[in-house]
């Protein structure tokens, strides 16, 4: 299938691990230029290295923190200054902690709302006029499944990523006009530093091994097994693609199945 992504530009947002990298390298294997971002220099720089040595793409790495605003609107202004448009944006950011609702500080809820809400409008309000220049565009919001189903322990995701949700579905009515499609992808349980991270949570307040608490998610998704990066990043260059040109202002769901609902 012929994606029509050749020679696009797409800014990945905390893209240097995970199932943001794994969707700058998918992007690059579709002939993509390629923007990337993360806090970590180093890491950043070695991944942006690797993805224009095997995909000889075009990438623009910088190293800032998604919800200091005016870093997002440089890196944005940056990516056009460097390759002309910004024509896709997938947003993302690192996830909150794993807390119940009384455990979790008020800081915790403001932190919650910055990454994951405002970093997302933050990229948003700088991507929309390049995007209506070019009467072309596709915002992405790498959410989670909490978008559709809560999860145990995960209130601040829970609460926070509907917002995202309803920002995807004004942003899809009010831009559609201009040839810009916004959805949300929301992965289940997927193979990353921030799945380790969240099983040692549940390990130590549960008392089982962090082995069974990967098991446990593995068995909770029809599949019985845990999602890759790929498969995420998969599904989020499809939907920026030419062949999901009809699509907009939906959430879809990379779990596994393990969403119960019909
Ligand atoms: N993995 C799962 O099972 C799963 C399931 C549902 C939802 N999600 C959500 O999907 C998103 C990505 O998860 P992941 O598993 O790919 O995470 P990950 O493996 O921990 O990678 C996170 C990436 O984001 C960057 N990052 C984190 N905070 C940032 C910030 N403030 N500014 C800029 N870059 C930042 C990290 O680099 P630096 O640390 O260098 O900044 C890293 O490149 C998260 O929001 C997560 O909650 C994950």
Redesign the pocket.
Known sequence: MNLGLKDRVALV??????????TAEAFAAEGCRVAM?????Q??QA?ADKIRKQYGVDVLAE??????AGAVSRFVAATAQKFGSVDICVT?????PAKGFLAASLDEWQRALD??FL?TVYFAREVIPHMQRKQWGRIIT?????TKQP?TDLVL?NAVRAAVVGLVKSLANEFGKDGILVNNV??????????K??ATARASSSGKTEQEIFDSWAADAPLKR??E?RE?AETIVWLASERASYITGQTVLVDGGMYKGL
């Not at 971002?37 to 220099?41: E, G, K, L, S």
């Not at 190293?63 to 200091?68: L, P």
């Not at 790498?142 to 909490?146: A, C, D």
């Open positions: 947002a905390a893209s240097s691990q995970g199932i943001g990298r794994a971002c993360a806090r970590n220099q890491t950043l991944a190293a800032f923190d998604v919800t200091d993302n950011a690192g996830g909150p990454l994951n970093s790498l959410t989670s499944i909490t999860v995701s929301g992965p289940g349980f997927t193979a990353t530093d921030r799945l991270e969240l845990l999602g990066p995420v």
